[in-house]
């Protein structure tokens, strides 16, 4: 069974940045297209970024588009989101999973971003 453990969250100011790491233990993820999600308060959680369709092909929210950049170290396990010019309405709790429902695994605990205006 995949652990998915997502680290990397923290305060930042509007405008800062944050990386965030998903580090996966017990299987690999080289054979999954994975993703980050977000739940901010009082909202369902929402997808953001993802490999699609291959490893060097990416999908966006629009929302983040041009400020966050998902890429993957196969040889860590590794899948990571890199948040440039973050936003107030960045803030949400942030989760890796599996893009597609048929390989979604069980969730972790997330990282809390949190951005200050």
């Known amino acids: 069974q995949v652990q998915l453990v997502e680290s990397g969250g923290g305060l930042v100011q509007a405008g800062g940045s944050l990386r965030l790491t998903c580090a996966a233990s017990?299987?690999?993820?080289?054979?999954?297209?994975m993703a980050w999600f977000r739940q901010a308060p009082g909202k369902e959680r929402e997808f953001v970024a993802a490999?699609?369709?291959?490893?060097?092909?990416?999908y966006y929210v629009e929302s983040v588009k041009g400020r966050f950049t998902i890429s993957r170290d196969f040889a860590k396990n590794t899948v990571y989101l890199q948040m440039n010019n973050l936003k107030p309405e960045d803030t949400a709790v942030y989760y890796c999973?599996?893009?597609?429902?048929?390989?979604?695994?069980?969730w972790g605990q997330g990282t809390q971003v949190t951005v200050s205006s």
């Open positions: 999973n599996a893009d597609r429902d048929r390989e979604r695994m069980d």
């Open positions: 490999f699609r369709w291959s490893a060097s092909n990416t």
């Open positions: 017990g299987g690999t993820l080289s054979d999954i297209a």
